[in-house]
């Protein structure tokens, strides 16, 4: 069929359709908090600077709090944020109730929750428990002697042969998971860096002063936590070596069964039974049937997890790979969780760990680079679950432009050109080639408020890290002025998302043929329905709706006009996206 000009109506920076039906269906609904949310995470160091020295800091993060709210945003996840010597940035915390100075005060922390308060935004706060800083009263207590009481608060384990108790490597390329200490004789474990020894989650001391941290936190408002690294925390007990098989210094780190669960239901017990704070855990190597076990809210452990099954298909290290929509699309069925309505998902497709999304899944035809980015938004917020945008994504933000090591911050960056390129494994063109598409620091470029000197990010000479040179043409302000812009996109499908509770909570049902460049799902919940159709090309397609599937009006696209539906088949340009009501 041929719609009207009325059923037309724009769709992308102001108006979307809310029919009678959803409207009562939505009123009617009473859910967590946390379902009815888009979230958002802010990598403190580069948000805003609102003192002036470079750094983002909870003044910055006050100062923008108007920006989140107008966005749609109902909930914000702050990155490490407590005191460090920032081994890696902030996630080597060496006093867990203290705010990190580069990042201000507690003062300044508690006018930025209020602030977030007034405008309806719940924060949620990083915690990584699965390690400190080498810097932590803890484990300076802990390696001062073999006798100390808090000796076992960390992994100590004595050498074997002369070398480390075991043949375990750490992540980031950072060499042993072993560290001598020459002072006690033993050795420490350190999935991570050295400067990050792993806190010992048997001790039931250790997690009751966890569980403090926690419950310190919740009373200044904090209305939930991310766990860093949450599949590490359990070791396996033997601590034998790995088998050429085993993926050393990721998952195979982790324990994640009967004794993860067990710690996570321990701290549900003493911390969160009985209360609406929300957790949520970085899950890295967890397979679905983990991720059940984790986040089943009988089960009474976290309330949902961070997956990387999509984000690790793309790289092998440092090497990039090609990016599949097929893995898009599987990924995006096994996480819709249809058949287990205990299990609430999440969504993203960026943070602070992971490159930008427009560069690793949009358009490279700089034609195409915002289409594709409203392309990307449309897919994440049509998504069953909690989404997460991270900071930029909602303007478009992309990739740095690296050419030399030197231009990178990241501690893993500089390890890889060590084992590979110093080394002489790997031509440094090819390693620097690779790792300016997979690297983290991608994530970690400032914030691009406008198009003044240094994006608006700080009135400092030199900001922290180097400002993305693209800022005079992404940025918050052009992007607020333009109905037609990645920002003003996000703006209406975030609203669209929320009068659509099909989109939030529905069933998923994948209907691209096969191979197709175009990718479409529909999304149904009670009374209403939507079909989602994507076309993840820079070439033109078209989509014929499944027989029994009837299109009668569009809620919105990243076109103007969108695309119609004519005879029952959508013709689409390059890397445009439609969501249509079902009859």
């Given at each position: 069929?041929?719609?009207?000009r009325?059923?037309?109506?724009?769709?992308?920076?102001?108006?979307?359709?809310?029919?009678?039906a959803a409207?009562?269906?939505?009123?009617g609904t009473?859910t967590?908090?946390?379902k009815?949310v888009?979230a958002y995470?802010?990598?403190?160091?580069?948000?805003?600077?609102?003192?002036?020295?470079?750094?983002g800091d909870?003044?910055g993060m006050?100062?923008?709090?108007?920006?989140?709210?107008?966005?749609?945003?109902?909930?914000v996840?702050?990155a490490?944020?407590?005191?460090?010597?920032?081994?890696?940035?902030g996630?080597?915390?060496?006093?867990?109730?203290?705010?990190m100075?580069?990042?201000?005060?507690?003062a300044?922390f508690?006018?930025?929750?209020?602030?977030?308060?007034?405008?309806g935004?719940?924060?949620?706060l990083d915690m990584v428990?699965n390690?400190?800083?080498?810097?932590?009263?803890?484990?300076?207590?802990?390696?001062?002697?073999?006798?100390?009481?808090y000796?076992d608060?960390?992994?100590?384990?004595?050498g074997?042969?002369g070398?480390p108790?075991?043949?375990w490597k750490?992540?980031?390329g950072a060499g042993?998971?072993?560290?001598?200490?020459?002072?006690?004789?033993?050795?420490?474990?350190?999935?991570?860096?050295?400067k990050?020894?792993?806190?010992?989650?048997?001790?039931?001391?250790?997690?009751?002063?966890?569980?403090d941290?926690l419950?310190?936190?919740?009373?200044?408002g904090?209305?939930?936590?991310?766990f860093?690294?949450?599949t590490?925390l359990?070791?396996?007990?033997?601590?034998?070596d790995?088998?050429?098989?085993?993926?050393?210094?990721q998952?195979?780190?982790?324990?994640?069964?009967?004794?993860?669960?067990g710690y996570?239901h321990?701290m549900y017990?003493?911390?969160?039974?009985g209360?609406?704070?929300?957790?949520?855990?970085?899950?890295?190597?967890?397979?679905?049937?983990?991720?059940?076990?984790?986040?089943?809210?009988r089960?009474?452990?976290?309330t949902?997890?961070?997956?990387?099954?999509?984000?690790?298909?793309d790289?092998d290290?440092?090497r990039?790979?090609p990016c599949r929509?097929?893995d898009?699309?599987?990924?995006n069925?096994d996480?819709a969780f249809?058949?287990?309505?205990?299990?609430?998902?999440?969504?993203?497709l960026?943070?602070h760990?992971?490159?930008?999304?427009a560069?690793?899944y949009?358009?490279g035809?700089?034609?195409?680079?915002?289409?594709s980015a409203?392309?990307?938004?449309t897919m994440?917020?049509?998504?069953?679950?909690?989404?997460?945008?991270?900071q930029?994504?909602?303007?478009?933000?992309?990739?740095f432009?690296?050419r030399?090591?030197?231009?990178y911050?990241d501690?893993?960056?500089?390890?890889?050109?060590?084992n590979?390129v110093?080394?002489?494994?790997?031509?440094a063109?090819?390693?620097?080639?690779n790792?300016?598409?997979?690297s983290?620091?991608n994530?970690?470029?400032?914030?691009?408020w406008?198009?003044?000197?240094?994006a608006?990010?700080t009135?400092?000479?030199?900001?922290?890290f180097?400002?993305?040179p693209n800022y005079?043409?992404?940025?918050v302000r052009t992007?607020?002025?333009d109905?037609d812009s990645v920002?003003?996109?996000?703006r209406a499908?975030?609203r669209?998302?929320?009068a659509?509770?099909?989109?939030?909570?529905g069933r998923?049902?994948?209907?691209?043929?096969p191979g197709?460049?175009?990718y479409?799902?529909?999304r149904?919940?009670?009374?209403?329905a939507?079909?989602v159709?994507l076309?993840?090309?820079?070439?033109?397609?078209?989509?014929?709706?499944?027989?029994?599937?009837?299109?009668?009006?569009?809620?919105?696209?990243?076109m103007?006009?969108p695309a119609?539906?004519?005879d029952g088949?959508i013709?689409?340009?390059p890397w445009?996206s439609v969501?249509y009501?079902?009859a």
């Amino acid at each position: 069929m041929d719609l009207t000009r009325r059923d037309m109506t724009l769709l992308l920076g102001t108006s979307f359709f809310l029919t009678p039906a959803a409207a009562r269906a939505r009123a009617g609904t009473t859910t967590a908090w946390w379902k009815d949310v888009v979230a958002y995470e802010i990598y403190p160091r580069s948000f805003c600077d609102g003192n002036g020295d470079g750094i983002g800091d909870f003044v910055g993060m006050a100062e923008r709090v108007d920006h989140l709210a107008d966005l749609g945003i109902g909930a914000v996840w702050v990155a490490a944020c407590f005191d460090s010597p920032n081994a890696d940035n902030g996630y080597d915390v060496r006093d867990y109730r203290r705010i990190m100075p580069d990042f201000g005060t507690m003062a300044d922390f508690d006018r930025f929750m209020a602030r977030a308060k007034a405008r309806g935004i719940h924060v949620i706060l990083d915690m990584v428990f699965n390690h400190t800083s080498d810097e932590h009263e803890w484990f300076v207590k802990s390696r001062s002697s073999r006798t100390s009481p808090y000796r076992d608060y960390y992994i100590w384990r004595d050498g074997r042969d002369g070398g480390p108790p075991n043949n375990w490597k750490a992540a980031f390329g950072a060499g042993s998971a072993w560290q001598f200490d020459a002072a006690t004789g033993q050795y420490y474990l350190h999935t991570f860096v050295s400067k990050q020894p792993d806190l010992n989650w048997e001790n039931p001391k250790v997690r009751a002063e966890l569980y403090d941290i926690l419950r310190f936190w919740a009373a200044r408002g904090v209305s939930g936590f991310r766990f860093d690294a949450i599949t590490s925390l359990a070791k396996p007990p033997a601590m034998g070596d790995f088998t050429p098989g085993q993926h050393a210094g990721q998952a195979s780190f982790a324990e994640v069964g009967p004794r993860l669960d067990g710690y996570l239901h321990d701290m549900y017990t003493h911390v969160f039974a009985g209360t609406d704070l929300y957790t949520v855990g970085e899950a890295w190597g967890a397979s679905h049937d983990a991720i059940i076990n984790m986040t089943d809210d009988r089960r009474g452990e976290i309330t949902s997890a961070f997956r990387f099954d999509l984000q690790l298909k793309d790289a092998d290290g440092w090497r990039k790979l090609p990016c599949r929509l097929d893995d898009m699309r599987a990924f995006n069925a096994d996480n819709a969780f249809n058949d287990n309505p205990h299990v609430w998902p999440l969504v993203y497709l960026e943070d602070h760990d992971f490159p930008r999304a427009a560069s690793r899944y949009g358009s490279g035809v700089p034609e195409y680079g915002a289409r594709s980015a409203k392309l990307l938004a449309t897919m994440m917020l049509s998504l069953k679950g909690t989404p997460y945008i991270y900071q930029g994504q909602e303007i478009g933000m992309t990739n740095f432009p690296f050419r030399r090591i030197e231009d990178y911050n990241d501690v893993q960056a500089h390890n890889g050109w060590r084992n590979e390129v110093l080394s002489g494994h790997v031509p440094a063109a090819e390693f620097l080639r690779n790792l300016a598409q997979v690297s983290r620091d991608n994530a970690r470029t400032p914030m691009q408020w406008d198009d003044t000197p240094n994006a608006g990010f700080t009135t400092a000479d030199r900001p922290w890290f180097a400002v993305n040179p693209n800022y005079r043409q992404v940025n918050v302000r052009t992007e607020r002025a333009d109905p037609d812009s990645v920002l003003s996109f996000y703006r209406a499908m975030i609203r669209l998302r929320r009068a659509w509770r099909c989109l939030s909570a529905g069933r998923y049902g994948d209907v691209s043929l096969p191979g197709s460049q175009v990718y479409a799902y529909t999304r149904r919940d009670g009374g209403t329905a939507a079909v989602v159709v994507l076309n993840f090309s820079d070439s033109a397609a078209s989509f014929t709706l499944p027989a029994g599937l009837r299109a009668t009006q569009c809620l919105i696209g990243n076109m103007t006009p969108p695309a119609p539906v004519t005879d029952g088949t959508i013709a689409l340009r390059p890397w445009e996206s439609v969501i249509y009501q079902l009859a």
